[in-house]
């Protein structure tokens, strides 16, 4: 497969409260897509849960390019929890970014 094949490609409608908080963590103008895919590694790497299944929004739609790896990663959520690829991903970067603001929060208080 090349790097530009759409099987390794994932179509994402970000909720923009979830967007928001994404660009807010980075202070480099990085694009969205890498965002989106570093904070999902970091999610898969920290064996995050969550409890609410967060859907797609109706923002403009990106191109998240997943491993093979990525990919087999995110079957054991996607079969587990009985959701599509997208609400996983969605759903594991929203539990991720939330655990880094309440430790943010813990350490401040």
């Given at each position: 497969?090349?790097?530009?094949?759409?099987?390794?490609?994932?179509?994402?409608g970000l909720p923009e409260?979830l967007r928001k908080a994404?660009?807010?963590?980075?202070?480099?103008?990085?694009?969205?897509?890498?965002?989106?895919?570093?904070?999902?590694?970091?999610?898969?790497?920290?064996?995050?849960?969550?409890?609410?299944?967060?859907?797609?929004?109706?923002?403009?739609?990106?191109?998240?390019?997943?491993?093979?790896?990525?990919?087999?990663?995110?079957?054991?959520?996607?079969?587990?929890?009985?959701?599509?690829e997208e609400e996983a991903?969605?759903?594991?970067?929203?539990?991720?970014?939330?655990?880094?603001?309440?430790?943010?929060?813990?350490?401040?208080?």
């Open positions: 497969m090349s790097r530009r094949d759409a099987r390794k490609a994932l179509v994402l409260p994404l660009v807010r963590q980075s202070v480099a103008h990085v694009p969205l897509a890498y965002l989106v895919r570093q904070t999902l590694r970091r999610a898969l790497d920290a064996g995050i849960g969550w409890e609410k299944t967060v859907s797609s929004g109706d923002r403009r739609p990106i191109l998240v390019q997943l491993s093979c790896e990525e990919r087999a990663r995110l079957e054991m959520w996607i079969s587990s929890r009985k959701v599509s991903v969605l759903s594991l970067i929203s539990a991720l970014l939330d655990e880094e603001a309440t430790a943010t929060d813990t350490k401040k208080g």
